[in-house]
């Protein structure tokens, strides 16, 4: 019976900490998956748990935590031997450091686990593992290995019909292309990931891409590029997203000082750290 019980509650509490998520309420939800993990002991729903409750950690700005959380993860998944959820862990971990701006830390894991896990072949996590060693490359100024990187996640996720990670991926291989000197076609790929983003309801996806966007339109148009800060800002208060918040945020405040408008600048930036930021 009391198995029962514990089963009925972790159903309950995982099923909440969804609603919270739909709703924007990311540090709800780390709350609710938290209490979840009290009345789980099945080592693979364990992981899970932490899996996702690092991610939303990760997106509430909570960073350390989010470290905690997927270290855990992986460490189960790897205790499990599986390596499929493994791989996936790790991805999500090293997007978490570099969320963080922990790039070295990221590209630690990340460079030894695309070796690793090879033999994964056409596998989502392996795709999302390279992925986000593409990200780490662009991050750390290597843009010819981060769009080699790229292409070779690309290549799988579109054809395997990953669009979330396919969208994800063209931001990184367009804003790479962006720091090559390439704008317009980096744009194009950016444009194109924010479209998949739009249109599969993607919103962290989709609020990278505008904020990727405005840094290479701030070059051609900073009109433009001050409607997609401030399109991505509002969608991320919507969202509860308070990461991406902070980084909108920063943009308007620079662009609107470009372009002249200091009272808005500095009203945007006040609101901002009024939110209580975690240090990065």
Same mark, same amino acid.
């Given at each position: 019976?009391?198995?029962?019980? *514990?089963? +009925?509650?972790?159903?309950?509490?995982?099923?909440?900490?969804? !609603? *919270?998520?739909?709703?924007?309420?990311?540090? &709800?939800?780390?709350?609710?998956? !938290? &209490?979840?993990?009290?009345?789980?002991?099945?080592?693979?729903?364990?992981?899970? /748990?932490?899996?996702?409750?690092?991610?939303? *950690?990760?997106?509430?700005?909570?960073?350390?935590?989010?470290?905690?959380?997927?270290? !855990?993860?992986?460490?189960?998944?790897?205790? =499990?031997?599986?390596?499929?959820?493994?791989?996936?862990?790790?991805?999500?971990?090293?997007?978490?450091?570099?969320?963080?701006?922990?790039?070295?830390?990221?590209?630690?894991? /990340?460079?030894?686990?695309?070796?690793?896990?090879?033999?994964?072949?056409?596998?989502?996590?392996?795709?999302?593992?390279?992925?986000?060693?593409?990200?780490?490359?662009?991050?750390?100024?290597?843009?010819?290995? #981060?769009?080699?990187?790229?292409?070779?996640?690309?290549?799988?996720?579109?054809?395997?019909?990953?669009?979330?990670?396919?969208?994800?991926?063209?931001?990184?291989?367009?804003? #790479?292309?962006?720091?090559?000197? =390439?704008? +317009?076609?980096?744009?194009?790929?950016?444009?194109?990931?924010?479209?998949?983003?739009?249109?599969?309801?993607?919103?962290?996806?989709?609020? =990278?891409?505008?904020?990727?966007?405005?840094?290479? &339109?701030?070059?051609?148009?900073?009109? *433009?590029?001050?409607?997609? /800060?401030?399109?991505?800002?509002?969608?991320? !208060?919507?969202?509860? &997203?308070?990461?991406?918040?902070?980084?909108?945020?920063?943009?308007?405040?620079?662009?609107?000082? =470009?372009?002249?408008?200091?009272?808005?600048?500095?009203?945007?930036?006040?609101?901002?750290?009024?939110?209580?930021?975690?240090?990065?």
């Amino acid at each position: 019976e009391a198995d029962a019980l *514990a089963g +009925q509650a972790r159903i309950a509490l995982r099923a909440a900490a969804e !609603r *919270a998520i739909a709703l924007g309420s990311h540090d &709800q939800a780390v709350t609710l998956l !938290r &209490q979840a993990l009290t009345v789980t002991t099945d080592p693979a729903e364990t992981a899970e /748990l932490h899996e996702r409750a690092g991610e939303m *950690a990760s997106t509430a700005g909570r960073l350390d935590d989010a470290e905690a959380f997927l270290l !855990r993860a992986t460490e189960l998944d790897r205790e =499990r031997g599986d390596r499929t959820a493994t791989a996936r862990a790790i991805a999500a971990l090293g997007r978490a450091r570099l969320t963080a701006k922990r790039t070295d830390e990221a590209l630690a894991v /990340l460079e030894p686990a695309v070796e690793e896990f090879a033999d994964l072949g056409g596998d989502a996590a392996l795709v999302a593992l390279r992925s986000q060693l593409a990200r780490g490359y662009m991050l750390t100024g290597n843009g010819l290995r #981060s769009v080699e990187m790229a292409d070779r996640a690309l290549e799988v996720a579109e054809h395997a019909d990953l669009v979330p990670l396919l969208a994800d991926t063209l931001i990184t291989k367009g804003s #790479s292309l962006g720091d090559l000197g =390439r704008l +317009q076609e980096g744009l194009g790929a950016i444009e194109t990931g924010v479209r998949l983003a739009r249109s599969e309801g993607l919103m962290s996806t989709l609020m =990278r891409g505008l904020n990727n966007a405005s840094i290479y &339109q701030g070059e051609i148009d900073p009109s *433009a590029c001050l409607d997609a /800060l401030t399109e991505g800002f509002a969608l991320a !208060r919507r969202m509860g &997203q308070r990461y991406w918040g902070y980084g909108f945020a920063i943009g308007i405040g620079y662009t609107e000082i =470009r372009l002249g408008d200091w009272d808005h600048a500095v009203a945007v930036l006040a609101d901002a750290l009024a939110d209580d930021p975690a240090p990065v």
